[in-house]
Structures are given as C-alpha cells and as structure tokens.
T-cell receptor, first 115, second 114 residues
Framework: AQSVSQHNHHVILSEAASLELGCNYS??????LFWYVQYPGQHLQLLLK??????LVKGIKGFEAEFIKSKFSFNLRKPSVQWSDTAEYFC?????????????FGSGTRLQVQP | DAGVIQSPRHEVTEMGQEVTLRCKPI?????LFWYRQTMMRGLELLIY????????DSGMPEDRFSAKMPNASFSTLKIQPSEPRDSAVYFC????????????FGQGTRLTVV
C-alpha cells in the first residue's frame, strides 16, 4: 500500500529563518512526488512537482525540494521564510504507471511564520 | 480555463437530508477525484474516475455516499442521508492522462451537517 509520512505536524518560525519539512513515502513502484500548499480557508495549490530527472526541483515562491530515492524522501526547503508562507503544506505521491494513480497525501505540516 | 469548479462553496443541512455536491473538471482531463478533508483524518481519497468510469471507490465511507460521472464535464457526490460526522470540506480534483501530470483542485465545498 502507498503511504506518505510528514514528521513535522506544526512548525513555528520567525521571518527570515530557513525551513525544511520532512516527507517520506512508501510505494512499490515508480512515483511522482508533489508538494501542495493550502493557505487558510483556501484550496490546495501545487507548490512543486517531481516526475523525473534532476532530483532537486524548484517551485514557486522560492521553494525547492530534493528527491532522495535511497531514502524515499522528498523534503521541502526554503532558505528564508516570509510571514505570507504561513499555511499548511502537504506532501503527496502517486504511482507513475499502473496501480494507484490517485494522490496519497501526508497528514500535513502547519507552518506558522511570526513577523 | 477556469479550473476545477465546485458547487456549492458552502452547504449547511440538517441531519437526514440529502446533499449533492457538484464538480466540473478541467476540460480535457480524463481523471476526476473526490477527496474529503477533516481535522481528524486529513485528506482522504473517496473515489476516482477515469474516462467517466469509477476506478477506485474503496475510500467511500458508507453506502450513504455515492458518486457519479455521467459525462466528461460533470460529476456529483451525493450523501443520503447526511449525518453530522459527514461535516468536512470536500474537494474535487482533475488531471490529464499520462505518466507525468499533476492534479488541479477545486475550491472545495464546506459541508456542515447539523
């Protein structure tokens, strides 16, 4: 079965601090990996995605993530957070080929950035 | 494209009533997904369709829940009868076919059953 673990449930940072959110997945085949962001009261928006190639992917708003296949990880990073980054962040995975094509989400990490 | 469109945005209903949530996927997308988001359980997949055919409905919690996709541009999620524990935000998402594609989410329907 496919699963995603996000180890940090609630993170509080001051503006300009660096961010790293952990994500590990479990899946028996080739995967696509995603980070979605959900601002308060809003829907899910794609932050970045990994399909193949360079394991370091860059997304919107200065976010990046690194796929480490040997560790089944896809951690999200940002060098300097802003107050506007306050949101909930979800890591997600789906099977690339046959099998589970729907996204499986982690439990989410609530990021609070203090001005 | 206007993106994935869901209606209504908010729904308040009394326990026992029938509730129908609607979704219009992005034109040309072959996959449609229904998710439920709650504080306790996070984002759960309820059901998904490929080319209007239900592929996996193992996430549908009970027989009170049903979903249909009569054509490529419309899907419904129905709860009958509704219960307070069904209160949640229900998201619809769609995705194009292919190995390397991402899902786009609608604004969601916030359902409150009192």
């Amino acid at each position: 079965a496919q699963s995603v673990s996000q180890h940090n449930h609630h993170v509080i940072l001051s503006e300009a601090a660096s961010l790293e959110l952990g994500c590990n997945y479990s899946y028996g085949g080739t995967v696509n990996l995603f980070w979605y962001v959900q601002y308060p009261g809003q829907h899910l928006q794609l932050l970045l995605k990994y399909f193949s190639g360079d394991p370091l992917v860059k997304g919107i708003k200065g976010f990046e993530a690194e796929f480490i296949k040997s560790k089944f990880s896809f951690n999200l990073r940002k060098p300097s957070v802003q107050w506007s980054d306050t949101a909930e962040y979800f890591c997600a995975v789906n099977g690339k080929d046959t099998g589970r094509r729907a996204l499986t989400f982690g439990s989410g990490t609530r990021l609070q950035v203090q001005p | 494209d206007a993106g994935v469109i869901q209606s209504p945005r908010h729904e308040v209903t009394e326990m026992g009533q029938e509730v129908t949530l609607r979704c219009k996927p992005i034109s040309g997308h072959d996959y449609l997904f229904w998710y439920r988001q709650t504080m306790m359980r996070g984002l759960e997949l309820l059901i998904y369709f490929n080319n209007n055919v239900p592929i996996d409905d193992s996430g549908m919690p009970e027989d009170r829940f049903s979903a249909k996709m009569p054509n490529a541009s419309f899907s419904t999620l129905k709860i009958q009868p509704s219960e307070p524990r069904d209160s949640a935000v229900y998201f619809c998402a769609s995705r194009a076919t292919g190995r390397n594609t991402e899902a786009f989410f609608g604004q969601g329907t916030r359902l409150t059953v009192v």
